[in-house]
């Protein structure tokens, strides 16, 4: 188990995911493991060909563009500071199964998450990404909960 080689930290670019990836970046740090940012684009459903206003292609590749950018920044700032980082961007429509995809594929002994904090109907409708990578994910999973979660209970 110890000490962890690859770490992945999930990246939506909230500020709860910054913190969990401050975390993340300090762990890779003392263990000098590998980082990996990953971020999920959610999946555009294809729209029938007669709405040609909406180009859900080029939107959708736009999406991964601005994410790999993004990461890449994170990554390059992340390698200055000695840690050595890479980054994904995965498509899905369930984006905890990604991760735990993402991870599993690249051999990730760590996963370094954030809650953001829903509850009631929110929790209800969107469901939880990080409870669901905490129940299905083979690797532990470190959860940093957000003040908002926090002052839930």
């Not at 003392?30 to 080029?58: D, G, M, N, Q």
């Not at 996963?111 to 299905?136: D, N």
Request: hydrophobic letters at 45%; glycine letters at 4%; a neutral charge.
């Amino acid at each position: 188990m110890l000490p962890f080689t690859k770490i992945l930290s999930p990246i939506d670019f909230s500020d709860p995911s910054h913190a969990a990836l401050d975390m993340a970046a300090e762990l890779a740090s003392r263990f000098e493991a590998e980082l990996w940012l990953v971020h999920i684009v959610p999946a555009i459903p294809r729209l029938p060909a007669a709405s040609y206003a909406f180009k859900e292609r080029e939107y959708e590749e736009e999406l991964h563009r601005d994410a790999e950018r993004r990461l890449a920044e994170m990554a390059q700032k992340l390698s200055q500071k000695g840690i050595k980082a890479k980054s994904t961007v995965g498509t899905a429509n369930d984006a905890a199964m990604e991760i735990i995809r993402i991870g599993e594929h690249s051999g990730v002994d760590l996963i370094v998450i954030a809650t953001h904090g829903m509850s009631g109907w929110h929790k209800l409708v969107f469901g939880s990404v990080t409870e669901k990578v905490v129940r299905v994910a083979q690797c532990p999973v470190l959860i940093l909960r957000t003040h908002k979660a926090a002052e839930v209970r």
